[in-house]
């Protein structure tokens, strides 16, 4: 059994949870001013760019840590704009790919700025270059024991050619 936990280890855990809301909120309110789609939606754009523009659904899944079904509404919901097609495995009849049209990679360009700014002024301006270098790599550990992996970091002109 794990000792009791501190009352700063307990505000550090009731603090990431809070400001993980409060981020999602914010970037939320940005992208839909700017996309007219939800930040949800958003993201399984940057994971498909990100992975070289397709992915397995249910990989996608894990990643954005959504349930099929949550994933496949959203998915929809790009597909009916134009930014998401999906299609079959090649290898897998019954699997599923989610790949980002051009459309999709496009509406990624062309908001990327603006959710730079939405970044810097959350999240990167109230902080020392220290205080952000030490809080990445304290959310890179959690991130490695939570997940198995880091993620992130993936500037637009970083990321993998389309498929």
Same mark, same amino acid.
């Given at each position: 059994?794990?000792?009791?936990?501190?009352?700063?280890?307990?505000?550090?855990?009731?603090?990431?949870?809070?400001?993980?809301?409060?981020?999602?909120?914010?970037?939320?309110?940005?992208?839909?001013?700017?996309?007219?789609?939800?930040?949800?939606?958003?993201?399984?754009?940057?994971?498909?760019?990100?992975?070289?523009?397709?992915?397995?659904?249910?990989?996608?899944?894990?990643?954005?840590?959504?349930?099929?079904?949550?994933?496949?509404?959203? =998915? *929809? &919901?790009?597909?009916?704009?134009?930014? @998401?097609?999906?299609?079959? !495995? /090649?290898?897998?009849?019954?699997? #599923?790919? $989610?790949?980002?049209?051009?459309?999709?990679?496009?509406?990624?360009?062309? =908001? *990327? &700025?603006?959710?730079?700014?939405?970044? @810097?002024?959350?999240?990167? !301006? /109230?902080?020392?270059?220290?205080? #952000?270098? $030490?809080?990445?790599?304290?959310?890179?550990?959690?991130?490695?024991?939570?997940?198995?992996?880091?993620?992130?970091?993936?500037?637009?002109?970083?990321?993998?050619?389309?498929?």
């Amino acid at each position: 059994m794990a000792e009791k936990l501190s009352p700063t280890e307990l505000a550090l855990f009731e603090r990431l949870i809070d400001v993980g809301k409060l981020l999602e909120r914010r970037a939320d309110r940005a992208t839909r001013e700017h996309t007219g789609i939800k930040y949800s939606q958003y993201e399984v754009l940057i994971r498909l760019r990100n992975a070289g523009g397709e992915i397995r659904m249910t990989e996608l899944a894990n990643k954005l840590v959504s349930t099929p079904s949550a994933l496949t509404y959203q =998915v *929809s &919901q790009l597909e009916k704009a134009g930014l @998401v097609t999906r299609v079959v !495995a /090649p290898d897998d009849e019954r699997g #599923v790919l $989610a790949r980002i049209t051009d459309e999709g990679r496009q509406m990624l360009r062309d =908001v *990327s &700025q603006t959710q730079n700014d939405m970044i @810097v002024e959350a999240t990167i !301006a /109230p902080l020392s270059r220290a205080q #952000v270098e $030490a809080t990445y790599r304290a959310l890179g550990a959690l991130q490695i024991h939570l997940r198995g992996e880091e993620t992130g970091g993936m500037t637009p002109d970083l990321a993998p050619p389309a498929s």
